[in-house]
Nanobody
Framework: QVQLVESGGGLVQPGGSLRPSCAAS????????MSWYRQTPGKKRELVAS???????NYADSVKGRFTISRDNAKNTVYLQMNSLKPEDTTVYYC??????????????WGQGTLVTVSS
């Protein structure tokens, strides 16, 4: 069984940085894509950044130039380097991993969410 564990959120002042991470573990055969989403109460969950297995990336316009997604394939871990944080970045961030396991076939999992608060 595949599991995700997120960490690295927290409180930071405007202009500061955070680097949440999301580690996948279990019977993973391959990972197709790893992504970060965020969701503010009352709004739809939105894609922040994604990275496919070949290394191609995609970013929301609101974070381009400030956020960088990266991946450690050996650890099946995805990171989101968040720089120049703004108060409007405050919300819960969720990782999403799509892949294939040895015993379950294709899977898509969501992390438990990590709260990022940008405030002075």
């Amino acid at each position: 069984q595949v599991q995700l564990v997120e960490s690295g959120g927290g409180l930071v002042q405007p202009g500061g940085s955070l680097r949440p991470s999301c580690a996948a573990s279990g019977s993973i055969f391959s990972i197709y894509a790893m992504s970060w989403y965020r969701q503010t109460p009352g709004k739809k969950r939105e894609l922040v950044a994604s990275m496919r297995s070949g290394g191609s990336t995609n970013y929301a316009d609101s974070v381009k130039g400030r956020f960088t997604i990266s991946r450690d394939n050996a650890k099946n871990t995805v990171y989101l380097q968040m720089n120049s944080l703004k108060p409007e970045d405050t919300t819960v961030y969720y990782c999403n991993v799509q892949g294939r396991s040895y015993f379950q076939g294709n899977f898509e999992l969501w992390g438990q969410g990590t709260l990022v608060t940008v405030s002075s």
